[in-house]
């Protein structure tokens, strides 16, 4: 009879876990890595941790999907880092985009790169910026994602908030409890359900 050995078992389990990650995650499993390139100034608008550059707002997939053109005239889609809006087949997912459109359509932004998923889409912070900014980020700004939170148009993506600062964690889990208790948006539902618990729903009816 043939017993795996302990170090065999962590290692099998280390292998589901880590293809459960890939599955499950709108993001996949480059989320948090910064490339080794990247630089707080740079403006390349690569994938790369701590790039930025500036851009104009094409269209709003959804409440937390966009597409920009840069000023070089290339055009790449975004998805906004931790946060997840309700998907559009979901309880809420109409209003979100409704509110994301409101918010950036064919306006000036400013996308500062987390990293790059498996769809090739950048996970980024998409702000709205102040004149004269030289600076990944400055005073002033508008964060959409949190401000998306605050609206009850999105939740904090929890599972995610390891590859944000210290200071957005708390700053974005203060948004969804502030939310959550004045019943915005999302929260008006008598039991509004998680996007990541809703795909996870979905394909277990199929």
């Known amino acids: ?11 099998v389990l280390a292998l589901v876990l880590a293809l459960l990650g890939y599955f ?30 500036l851009a104009q707002v094409t269209r ?8 920009v053109r840069n000023q070089d005239g290339a055009t790449h889609k975004i998805r906004m880092h931790a946060v997840d809006a309700p998907e559009l087949n ?7 985009k409704r509110w994301l459109t409101e918010q950036v359509l064919n306006k000036d932004v400013k996308i500062v790169v987390n990293n790059t998923d498996r769809y090739k889409r ?3 912070k998409v702000v709205l910026p102040v004149d004269g900014c030289e600076q990944r980020l400055c ?9 998306a939170i605050q609206a009850g148009q999105a939740w904090w993506y929890r599972e995610f908030a390891r590859s944000q600062s210290s200071e957005d ?9 502030q939310a959550r208790d004045a019943r915005k ?22």
């Open 1 to 11: 009879m043939n017993i795996l050995k302990p170090n065999m078992i962590f290692k």
């Open 24 to 53: 499950v995650s709108p993001y996949g499993p480059n989320i948090g890595i910064g490339g080794p390139g990247a630089t707080e100034n740079s403006r390349s608008g690569t994938a790369n941790s701590g790039s930025y550059y």
């Open 60 to 67: 709003v997939a959804d409440g937390d999907t966009i597409t």
């Open 90 to 96: 979901q309880a809420g997912g109409e209003q979100s």
């Open 122 to 124: 950048q996970v980024a």
């Open 139 to 147: 005073d002033g700004e508008t964060d959409i994602n949190l401000k």
């Open 169 to 177: 964690r708390v700053l974005y889990e203060q948004a969804e409890d």
């Open 185 to 206: 948006g999302l929260w008006q539902q008598t039991a509004p359900l998680a996007p990541w618990q809703w795909r996870t729903e979905q394909r277990n009816q199929r």
